[in-house]
């Protein structure tokens, strides 16, 4: 089992930035890929950002891309999604995820992990 705690949600105004972090525990961290999913009201889940085990892959949802930056600490076992220019409309809980791979992997589909956490509300206002 894998344990995953979100932090860092909350509101803030369009244009400014919150840093979102996901604390693992129960194995390995550091054979996980991990990633960042969001879920509006209304509507579906989507993949926000993933990352590789070793971090050195990641892959970004469109409509992020040169916003939002995904990393990990896997010394910490911790990954982090920081968020700058919000925007409205990445108003939604978010939800850290955790899935096995025994290679450097990185996946964007949610039904490819295993493990995830409460979520954290994300509010950015105009």
């Known amino acids: 089992q894998v344990q995953l705690v979100e932090s860092g949600g909350g509101l803030v105004q369009a244009g400014g930035s919150l840093r979102l972090s996901c604390a693992a525990s129960?194995?390995?961290?550091?054979?996980?890929?991990m990633g960042w999913f969001r879920q509006a009201l209304g509507k579906e889940r989507e993949s926000v950002a993933a990352i590789s085990q070793s971090g050195k892959n990641t892959n970004y949802a469109d409509s992020v891309k040169g916003r939002f930056t995904i990393s990990r600490d896997n010394a910490k076992n911790t990954v982090y999604l920081q968020m700058n220019s919000l925007k409205p409309e990445d108003t939604a809980v978010y939800y850290c995820?955790?899935?096995?791979?025994?290679?450097?992997?990185?996946?964007?589909?949610?039904?490819?992990?295993?493990?995830w956490g409460q979520g954290t509300q994300v509010t950015v206002s105009s």
């Open positions: 995820a955790a899935g096995y791979f025994k290679r450097d992997a990185i996946r964007t589909s949610g039904s490819s992990y295993d493990y």
């Open positions: 129960g194995r390995t961290f550091s054979n996980y890929y």
